[in-house]
């Protein structure tokens, strides 16, 4: 016989809001399959796109009530702050510039943010954040996916052991090829917002996805950046923002490093590499292979650690759902974040600590990328000179 009394009762769903993701998105999608595969949270309102008749379609595709598919985000955060059974978290998967507006409305209103990157458009509105979250009781969690992939969460283990000794060379790259020609010119949504400045931000590539292979390199390295030099180019013709993107990377400590990011690179579909040497070993990842991870002691033969296999960690193991041999990717990653967010939206609930190992990149982790893709930018265009981060010591 089963004694319910003894049985511990599963925290109730965190209630989520989306704010993009309608019909046509590419990240909504992501977002909703990766909230779901922990059974953490149950989506029950959105302002999932600009205008409110494809708002309202998207929200009967979903099974969201109509009376919850609101017509603008503003009016969204007004509303479920006034429900007794309000959003308790919204995900935010809009084009760049509305992170900011969308995430200080939610804010404001003690409702916990998911947002995705890069965390705002411009450094100023990421400075600002910085402070409305502080003054928030909100939880403030940027989706840097990567940061959440079993062997990335193992290479940063091994590297706090100091299993690499001194960190010495760090190689990030991220490369796709999807904007080779002006696809922009067509009409395709995502790549026509991506190449606006108005929407996308200063950066192009540099800020879509050069953010994520700075934030992988410093969340597995724990370095932080001292100053940068680059070089950034738009190869398209007549493209406002970079396609292709060189730094040359100083890191606090002595490490040196090279960071790429292109989407231009012919041949290369989602091809984010980390690479970080150190006086005692090495090791290298790769996202299109990302459930192994390699790792070489100096004068000894390369080893190959696998997800599930006897090499893996504890930190590996807590972010797998399935035994060894079956790959695991991007959706278990993205679902491993949101895991993460729900176990501090839980011990918020509670007024309690979250449990050790819950970990996510922050509204910090946003500042830096901001005012990494700043301080590109600016170096670039002042013929590469040595740029710091624009931003406290500490938070880079
Ligand atoms: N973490 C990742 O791996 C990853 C991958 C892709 C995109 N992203 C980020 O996700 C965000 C969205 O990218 P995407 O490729 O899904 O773009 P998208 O163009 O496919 O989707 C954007 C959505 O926002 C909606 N939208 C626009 N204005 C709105 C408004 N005022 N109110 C409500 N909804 C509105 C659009 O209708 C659309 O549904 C970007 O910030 C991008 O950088 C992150």
């Known amino acids: 016989?089963?004694?319910?009394?003894?049985?511990?009762?599963?925290?109730?769903?965190?209630?989520?809001?989306?704010?993009?993701?309608?019909?046509?998105?590419?990240?909504?999608?992501?977002?909703?399959?990766?909230?779901?595969?922990?059974d953490h949270y149950e989506l029950v309102a959105g302002a999932f796109s600009s205008t409110p008749e494809k708002s309202l379609a998207s929200a009967v595709d979903l099974g969201v009530s109509a009376e919850r598919a609101y017509a603008s985000f503003s009016d969204m955060a007004e509303?479920?702050?006034?429900?007794?059974?309000?959003?308790?978290?919204?995900?935010?998967?809009?084009?760049?510039?509305?992170?900011?507006?969308?995430?200080?409305?939610?804010?404001?209103?003690?409702?916990?943010?998911i947002c995705d990157k890069p965390m705002t458009a411009s450094l100023a509105d990421a400075k600002s954040l910085v402070e409305k979250v502080s003054a928030s009781k909100a939880l403030f969690v940027l989706t840097h996916n990567?940061?959440?992939?079993?062997?990335?969460?193992?290479?940063?283990?091994?590297?706090t052991q100091g299993l690499l000794g001194d960190i010495r060379v760090i190689q990030a790259e991220y490369a796709q090829d999807w904007l080779a020609t002006k696809l922009e010119d067509s009409g395709q949504k995502q790549a026509g917002w991506r190449t606006d400045p108005e929407r996308s931000g200063m950066?192009?590539?540099?800020?879509?996805?050069?953010?994520?292979?700075f934030n992988l390199a410093g969340f597995v390295s724990g370095l932080e950046l001292e100053s940068l030099c680059a070089d950034i180019q738009?190869?398209?013709?007549?493209?406002?923002?970079?396609?292709?993107a060189n730094v040359l990377l100083r890191y606090r400590g002595g490490a040196r490093g090279v960071l790429w990011s292109s989407q231009v690179a012919t041949g290369n579909e989602n091809a984010l590499r980390l690479r970080i040497y150190g006086s005692?070993?090495?090791?290298?990842?790769?996202?299109?292979?990302?459930?192994?991870?390699?790792?070489?002691?100096?004068?000894?033969?390369?080893?190959?650690?696998?997800?599930?296999g006897s090499g893996?960690?504890?930190?590996?193991?807590?972010?797998?759902?399935?035994?060894?041999?079956?790959?695991?990717?991007?959706?278990?990653?993205?679902?491993?974040?949101?895991?993460?967010?729900?176990?501090?939206?839980?011990?918020?609930?509670?007024a309690r600590t979250p449990p050790s190992g819950c970990l996510y990149p922050t509204v910090h982790d946003g500042l830096a990328g901001v005012a990494f893709v700043a301080a590109v930018v600016g170096s670039s265009q002042e013929g590469g000179v040595w740029k710091s981060l624009d931003i406290p010591s500490g938070n880079g």
């Open 146 to 159: 990567y940061t959440a992939y079993p062997m990335i969460r193992q290479a940063r283990e091994m590297i």
């Open 312 to 350: 893996a960690s504890e930190a590996a193991a807590g972010h797998t759902r399935i035994p060894a041999g079956h790959p695991e990717g991007y959706l278990e990653g993205f679902a491993s974040l949101y895991a993460d967010a729900a176990e501090a939206i839980y011990a918020a609930r509670d």
């Open 203 to 213: 950066g192009g590539c540099i800020g879509d996805i050069g953010t994520h292979a």
């Open 1 to 38: 016989m089963v004694d319910g009394t003894t049985q511990q009762a599963r925290p109730a769903r965190i209630r989520l809001g989306m704010v993009g993701g309608g019909r046509d998105a590419f990240i909504g999608g992501v977002h909703r399959m990766a909230s779901r595969l922990d």
């Open 234 to 244: 738009s190869f398209v013709p007549g493209r406002k923002l970079d396609d292709n």
């Open 280 to 308: 005692q070993a090495g090791i290298e990842w790769s996202q299109e292979d990302p459930n192994y991870l390699w790792f070489t002691e100096l004068g000894k033969p390369r080893q190959l650690i696998t997800r599930g």
């Open 79 to 113: 509303r479920e702050a006034a429900r007794e059974d309000g959003i308790e978290a919204v995900s935010i998967v809009t084009p760049n510039h509305l992170h900011y507006p969308v995430a200080c409305a939610f804010l404001e209103r003690g409702i916990h943010v």
